[in-house]
């Protein structure tokens, strides 16, 4: 069993900037992705950004792209998301995901209003 525990969101004005961060705890064992998605009311939850635990590699969706940045602390099991030039169109709430060799888990979601 692994709990996710995200933190960071809050309210932005356009323009601005958060970091997310997630911490997994409990079970020891091993993450091979995590992820943020996020599921803005109406829509369905999609993926923004991920990053692999074995090499580093990082994905992002063309919407953040360039606007966002993804990292991750093994050692910590933790992950965040610097997320700059905030949009009202990023409103939704973010979840941190962790992919193991053969089931996710997802943390509670943290909301992030992006508005004037």
């Known amino acids: 069993q692994v709990h996710l525990v995200e933190s960071g969101g809050g309210l932005v004005q356009p323009g601005g900037s958060l970091r997310l961060s997630c911490a997994a705890s409990g079970s020891a064992v091993s993450i091979y992705v995590m992820s943020w998605y996020r599921q803005a009311p109406g829509k369905e939850r999609e993926l923004v950004a991920a990053?692999?635990?074995?090499?580093?590699?990082?994905y992002y969706a063309d919407t953040v792209k360039g606007r966002s940045t993804i990292s991750g602390d093994n050692a910590k099991r933790t992950v965040s998301l610097q997320m700059d030039s905030l949009k009202p169109e990023d409103t939704a709430i973010y979840y941190c995901n962790a992919q193991l060799a053969q089931k996710a888990y997802w943390g509670q979601g943290t909301q992030v209003i992006v508005s004037s």
């Open positions: 990053i692999s635990t074995v090499d580093g590699t990082t």
